[in-house]
């Protein structure tokens, strides 16, 4: 059974490669969001990556984790799993909204920087900042404040989707980390508690940037979350 993998923000293929190492032989596809200019877009990409006739896990990371809900919820019959990471169903608070729609307001102005904000430190915990920022900065660069203006305009804002996972009745394993400056470990265990049938793992010391903070760990979650 094919599995597909969907990026966060401002990423591509290269921030799933060092989970990728991790885990054993398995139908892998990759849904690259960073092409996308809409939401619309973002769910077409994942349509044309899941085979004819087939169901598919997805395994989707921060806003990748959205998309893979939303098209779950489309395409229900198409659907083995979930395996939601860096990602709360429960949708954005206000604030969230208000902070995104303040960035909106610099990206349209083209002066956003990625090495000169917070925007990515907040990612990755403070003591892997000096190894690990360098990889997500470059990806930033290469992919530009474009692409970032396309995925936060086109994911803002975000409702809740609690419920309708809920009656989704498909297998929905949560990953979180309990230093994320993103996405805060008490709203992934919010939504877990609204979601009977989800199961939830809690990486230590960890950021939102988890899949190249600690690749091994979250493979052997992602193994672990697929009924396979």
């Known amino acids: 059974m094919t599995v597909l993998f969907l990026p966060g923000t401002l990423c591509d293929e290269r921030v799933w490669f ?3 190492k991790k885990l054993p032989a ?9 092409w996308a200019n809409t939401l ?4 077409a990409l994942t349509s044309d990556r899941v085979p004819d006739g087939e169901k598919v896990h997805l395994v989707g990371y ?7 809900v939303l098209w779950a919820l489309t395409y229900p019959e198409k659907v083995s799993s979930l395996t939601l990471l860096g990602y709360s169903p429960l949708g954005l608070t206000d604030e ?5 729609k303040q960035l909106l307001a610099v990206l349209k102005q083209g002066k956003f920087s990625s090495r000169q904000s917070q925007y990515l430190a907040n990612m990755i915990i403070p003591d892997k ?18 692409t970032l203006l396309a995925h936060v305009s086109s994911t803002t804002p975000r409702k809740d989707l609690t419920s309708q996972l809920s009656a989704l009745g498909v297998q929905v394993h949560l990953i979180a980390a309990d230093a994320d400056a993103v996405v805060s470990l008490p ?19 960890c950021g939102h940037m988890m899949l190249i903070e600690q690749p091994e760990e979250v493979a052997s979650l992602i193994v672990k979350g697929l009924p396979i």
């Not at 969230?96 to 995104?100: D, I, P, S, W, Y």
């Not at 265990?189 to 009977?196: D, M």
């Open 18 to 20: 060092p989970v990728w």
């Open 26 to 34: 398995m139908q892998r596809c990759y849904v690259p969001l960073q």
């Open 40 to 43: 619309q877009d973002m769910l």
């Open 62 to 68: 921060s806003m990748g984790g959205y998309i893979a």
């Open 96 to 100: 969230e909204t208000a902070r995104r």
């Open 129 to 146: 900042r000096d190894s690990l920022l360098p990889v997500i900065s470059d990806m930033a660069d290469d992919l530009g404040g474009a």
């Open 187 to 205: 709203s992934i265990q919010r939504a877990a508690n609204n979601l009977p049938k989800a199961t939830l793992s809690i990486l230590k010391h």
